[in-house]
């Protein structure tokens, strides 16, 4: 695979945030996608959230699997760490570094070939770990790089782009991810930008395993008629069940919200999503009301999105494990290898 790398020539003009970086300092390689897919959409949003939050890219570890969505971390943070997994094992790696290094921003990028099918058993357990770690699913529906069959989220009904439909029953990732105990689920549409950026900001800075299922169009083989993964589907038929915002602890920002209206949901690190209800009787912190609501909008053929569920009170798997503040790949041999002595009494609690 070759990878064309971008000219280094800023313009002078370009605004920088608060480490001194323009978003042109987070961008990667120049895509190899096809024109109009989502997921380099899903790159630009993701660009941006980074800058905005000025998460400085050598602080960041990239991870994925293969498919299309897999590739698109090369297209982003060039300077990050970065590891391309076999098909379906990302979830088991990135649970794996975050054990042994806590400090650093994790980001998962998977598509739902790649998380859905033979990745499922392993994206439930880092679910269920609750995983320190971003994990965006980008969701079109079809494998792209194998010409275009049903992937195991393709809704019933759903036509091919030969015209066959989909027989099948589909798995949504925001409903499993629910049921497994995700402290942060969330959907958005690659096409929205501006609800996508706030919502991967939150994800970054939850506390957490944060899943983010992006509705991400393949233009190749599932933006026709028929498709239920297609631009003008979701347009029509998406469901924004609040209109999130994501405000920084480090400033004050105002807001236009009117008194009353705004619901405010504090990260761990203390800063604050804010959310505006468009629907009345929706409670983003109600873990079985949301998968309810999904379910039944889903029935009403609708694409739910936005902020869906978030857990105030999540427990992360180094906290959970009790791993310390100090990462274990800055433990000293003698701390992380105490010798045979101290192995035999460990031992000895287990006869």
């Not at 060039?78 to 088991?92: L, Y």
């Not at 275009?148 to 759903?158: E, I, L, N, T």
């Not at 989909?166 to 930008?193: H, P, Q, W, Y």
């Amino acid at each position: 695979m070759t990878y064309i790398a971008k000219p280094r020539v800023h313009h002078p003009a370009l605004q920088k945030n608060e480490i001194g970086l323009t978003r042109r300092d987070y961008e990667g390689t120049v895509t190899t996608l096809c024109a109009g897919c989502g997921h380099d959409s899903i790159t630009a949003a993701i660009i941006h959230a980074f800058w905005e939050l000025s998460i400085p890219p050598h602080t960041v570890a990239k991870l994925s699997g293969i498919g299309c969505s897999s590739k698109t971390p090369a297209y982003f943070l060039k300077e990050a760490h970065g590891f391309n997994s076999v098909h379906g094992r990302m979830p088991s790696l990135v649970t794996g570094a975050n054990a042994a290094n806590g400090a650093i921003t994790y980001i998962g990028v998977s598509g739902d070939g790649d998380s859905l099918s033979i990745g499922l058993g392993q994206l439930c357990h880092a679910i269920r770990r609750n995983v320190n770690v971003l994990y965006v699913l980008e969701n079109n529906g079809v494998y792209g790089l194998t010409k275009g069959q049903f992937s195991a989220s393709a809704d019933p009904g759903s036509l091919s782009k030969r015209g066959e439909p989909n027989t099948m029953e589909a798995i949504d990732g925001c409903l499993m991810a629910l049921t497994l105990g995700a402290t942060f689920v969330a959907r958005s549409f690659s096409g929205d930008k501006a609800q996508l950026v706030p919502l991967l900001k939150a994800g970054l800075k939850h506390k957490g395993f944060a899943f983010i299922d992006v509705i991400s169009p393949c233009v190749t083989f599932n933006d026709h008629e028929g498709s239920t993964k297609s631009y003008a589907y979701t347009r029509e038929n998406t469901v924004e069940v609040v209109q999130a915002d994501f405000i920084a602890p480090a400033k004050a920002i105002t807001t236009e919200y009117d008194p009353g209206a705004v619901r405010e949901v504090t990260m761990h690190d203390g800063s604050t999503v804010r959310l505006r209800k468009v629907a009345d009787d929706y409670d983003p912190a109600d873990r079985d009301r949301a998968y309810h609501y999904i379910r039944k909008k889903h029935a009403e053929g609708e694409v739910v999105t936005g902020l869906l569920y978030i857990s105030t009170d999540s427990k992360d798997m180094q906290a959970q494990n009790s791993l310390g503040a100090t990462p274990l790949v800055q433990l000293p041999y003698e701390q992380l290898c105490p010798g045979s002595a101290e192995l035999a009494k460990l031992q000895q609690q287990f006869r």
